[in-house]
């Protein structure tokens, strides 16, 4: 088995820093991986192969010798890694194969470089969604190892359980504990499929499940009375009004997909859509108090889309979406007061409540479940499969009719 020692090397000049190196040993071939650690022949112990920190070193100094230390630690966790993977393949391989792939994985064998990475390909890949859910989990779990990087090798099952003590210390829910899980462990297997390192199975301890969370259906009567609501003083209320009842009136439309609904979808009386989350295709009969909110605004802002939500084509998309629907989402709280809803309303509500309101009217799960877009259970693709799409206007018409 390979062996890595840590050498220093003195200056030829009296008083200069000497440099750090690495010695790989493989079957009695010797090879040299140098460093840029800088440090005076005081600085090393020659016994034990280790930096240290003299009595009298200054605190800027002490604070670099300690970084100093840290880096070679880090380097030599990451070698006795590649050696480790070697002598599990059992294959042949000799220390320049070491040197070389020490060299090559600098990246990749810590969790927030090798987790960056794949965020910047979810995005070359235009899933930007999920490389937005990845960022989110990458700073918590930074905030949790309060910024130290940790390399591939050392996620195991006690770091993981750490970390889901850290989350709920928190006051994190259980489902979003899991979110963060689920999603740390797409990340590690996808460096066990690259053979970055061994399987050790280290969420197995920690929750990845799905709690079933409190449905925030709204009733009928008050959607009614948001609907009724004076807010003629109140624009900003009045814009998110309109943005709820929109999605509303569209069975549960997303506040992503109405944001980026063109007027060119609109034609002959349907509204052809394809969702963003899913990319399913759905087509929602025109109704009359759909086109009131669209010509509310209509001269208000110059795009192709259909709503006020994306406004200016000189900035950025995504940003004015999320900046909209965070905005929104606050306004609506002040609209719950303004009815007494207990609940917080939120843009996501609107679809809860058009499938909560179907289902009172009896209406079939099968058509509930086309109307929203649903494709994920198995028995509702099947009913799905040769539905009409005009049963599905035909049930949003008569939830409307009720308004």
Request: contains cysteine; charged residues 25%; aromatic residues 10%.
């Amino acid at each position: 088995m390979a062996s890595v020692k840590v050498k220093f090397r003195p200056s030829s000049v009296n008083g200069k820093e000497g440099s750090i190196y690495y010695q790989v040993i493989h079957n009695r071939v010797v090879r040299q991986i140098r460093t840029d650690y800088r440090i005076f022949e005081s600085e090393w112990n020659d016994k034990i192969s280790a930096v240290i920190i003299p009595a009298w070193t200054s605190i800027d100094r002490k604070n670099y010798l300690q970084s100093v230390i840290s880096s070679i630690e880090w380097d030599i966790k990451r070698l006795k890694t590649i050696i480790a993977l070697y002598e599990r393949g059992n294959k042949s391989y000799t220390s320049d194969d070491i040197i070389l792939k020490f060299n090559r994985q600098a990246d990749e064998q810590s969790l927030f470089s090798f987790m960056q990475g794949v965020i910047e390909q979810l995005k070359r890949l235009n899933r930007i969604r999920t490389s937005e859910t990845y960022s989110v989990t990458l700073a918590s779990f930074m905030k949790f190892r309060d910024g130290q990087d940790i390399l591939l090798c050392e996620i195991d099952s006690d770091a993981m359980m750490l970390y889901e003590a850290w989350l709920k210390a928190n006051s994190n829910c259980p489902n979003t504990i899991s979110f963060y899980m689920r999603i740390l462990r797409a990340v590690y297997n996808r460096a066990v499929e690259k053979d970055l390192i061994e399987q050790k199975f280290p969420f197995k301890h920690v929750y990845t499940g799905i709690d079933k969370t409190v449905k925030r259906a709204v009733p009928l009567k008050t959607i009614k009375r948001i609907k009724e609501l004076d807010l003629t003083t109140k624009s900003h209320l009045d814009y998110a009004r309109d943005m709820f009842l929109f999605s509303f009136y569209t069975r549960g439309m997303s506040f992503v997909d109405m944001a980026y609904l063109k007027k060119s979808d609109l034609k002959n009386g349907i509204l052809t859509y394809r969702r963003r989350k899913t990319g399913q295709q759905l087509t929602v009969k025109w109704e009359k108090c759909m086109g009131d909110i669209v010509a509310k605004y209509e001269g208000h802002f110059a795009t192709q889309y259909l709503l006020p939500i994306i406004t200016d084509l000189r900035a950025d998309e995504r940003i004015q979406y999320k900046n909209a629907l965070c905005r929104v989402n606050i306004a609506l709280k002040g609209i719950a007061r303004l009815v007494g809803l207990a609940l917080p309303l939120s843009m996501y509500c609107a679809r809860h409540a058009w499938a909560s309101i179907a289902k009172s009217k009896n209406i079939p799960l099968a058509v509930i479940s086309e109307g929203m877009g649903h494709d994920s259970e198995e028995t509702t693709r099947i009913y799905l499969a040769s539905l009409d799409t005009s049963v599905v206007d035909k049930a949003n018409s008569l939830i409307l009719k009720d308004l």
